[in-house]
């Protein structure tokens, strides 16, 4: 690439991100939220900034070049997100403009925004821009059986749409809860949500997150999650559709005694590309982590991780442990992995591996010599690579739909 070439490829990304944040603006102008000093914070972030390259090292195994040629607009309408309307005592789901009159708003805008990692630019563009969030609140002590379900659908319009979720969830002390949220719809353009989480002192949450869009669009989502002393935060993350996604989860330990389970998997074919990045970060003793990350890539498909656990000097006795496997079905497939752990404490036990492995032709002509096909025995070996995942899904007719997906799934 010549130095012409560079400065005007450098030059459409500045421009790209000064169209998305006039977007942005325009859609704080619809929003009813009073979040002046939020939105300021966030629009000077997003100006210090630039629109990611695979120069950025956090970006350098996605390329999101084809997303600059994408004219996009506001959707017409927003983006559609069905709330529950029959719910337990100690649950309130709301949008968070119906709350505007409650003595309770001051308590829940003061948790935007607040989990570090909001300076990342697409965290901040939403946080500059989303016209309403939905509220999940669990009070101290309640303990919700049945899952909440949320479903984000990506609107259908002529025009390619920026939409920004975005979700607040508060588990209060001693609570539990089971959400699961799903991103779906077939429009064009792109998708850009960010979902905080407060798991607070000895609470419980279980989380399902199943990304499902169309093949063209774009999708972007943050993950971010605040746990206080003894509190459980399990997430299982599936990753299906879309042109090209990301999701950042990042975990956030505040306290001793905190467990953090996280489980993610991602298919991917024809020139699908899937992105997980994901940081858990102590910083008390006797933490404990756990991470397994599966990624199935067929025909030109590309998936990428990089999961990254950090153990300060504080975290003494921390027991972490991080692993991705791939299951690589074709030739001209591509993984990109990077497993890291950064520890700094001596008292800790913590390991990390990767592997990228394809299906084994004993396994294959065992299947076939008792009579199942080849493209049979293909799929029960893709849904047993994928199954340790599904299983860790509480919800059980989440977990049979994704099973029967995956089935369905031909490599």
């Known amino acids: 690439m010549t130095l012409s070439t560079s400065a005007k490829t450098a030059d459409a990304r500045r421009a790209y991100l000064k169209q998305l944040l006039a977007l942005a603006e325009q859609g704080e102008l619809r929003s009813q939220l009073p979040l002046p000093d939020l939105r300021r914070a966030a629009t000077a972030m997003v100006h210090e900034q630039s629109f990611p390259s695979t120069r950025d090292e956090q970006w350098r195994f996605t390329d999101l070049s084809s997303l600059l040629p ?18 337990p005592d100690g649950v309130r789901v709301s949008w968070l403009s119906e709350l505007l009159t409650s003595s309770d708003i001051e308590a829940l805008t003061a948790r935007l925004g607040q989990v570090p990692g909001s300076n990342e630019v697409f965290t901040a563009l939403n946080t500059a821009g989303f016209t309403d969030a939905v509220v999940v609140w669990v009070t101290k002590n309640q303990r919700i059986a049945d899952p909440i379900q ?42 850009n949500a960010v979902t905080e989480i407060w798991v607070e002192d000895n609470a419980e949450m279980r989380h399902v997150r199943l990304q499902q869009h169309g093949d063209q669009p774009y999708h972007v989502g943050k993950t971010a999650v605040s746990q206080a002393r003894d509190s459980r935060y399990h997430c299982t993350a599936i990753d299906l559709g879309a042109r090209l996604s990301r999701h950042h989860l990042e975990v956030y330990q505040r306290g001793t005694q905190t467990e953090t389970h996280l489980h993610g998997l991602s298919m991917v074919q024809g020139d699908q590309l899937a992105d997980t990045h994901s940081l858990i970060a102590l910083s008390h003793p006797h933490g404990h982590a756990e991470q397994v990350q599966k990624n199935i890539v067929s025909d030109r498909g590309h998936a990428v991780f990089n999961g990254k656990i950090y153990v300060p000097q504080a975290a003494q006795m921390t027991d972490a442990a991080q692993l991705n496997r791939n299951l690589l079905l074709s030739d001209k497939g591509r993984v990109d992995t990077k497993p890291e752990l950064d520890i700094v404490a001596d008292n800790v036990k913590c390991a990390h591996g990767a592997t990228v492995s394809q299906l084994q032709p004993e396994q294959l002509f065992y299947l076939q010599s008792r009579g199942i096909s080849q493209t049979q025995a293909q799929q029960l070996l893709v849904r047993g690579f994928a199954m340790e995942v599904v299983e860790t899904i509480p919800e059980t007719a989440l977990r049979d739909r994704i099973a029967h997906l995956i089935t369905q799934w031909t490599p």
Do not use: H, K
Not at 70 to 87: K, M, Y
Not at 168 to 190: I, K, N, R, Y
């Open 70 to 87: 994408l004219t996009l607009t506001l959707p017409t309408q927003e983006i559609t997100t069905p709330l529950p309307d029959a719910l």
């Open 150 to 191: 949320l479903t984000y659908s990506f609107p259908v319009q002529t025009e390619p749409a920026l939409t920004q979720p975005r979700c607040l969830v508060v588990v209060e002390s001693g609570a539990s809860l089971t959400l699961v949220e799903q991103f779906a719809g077939d429009g064009t353009g792109l998708s």
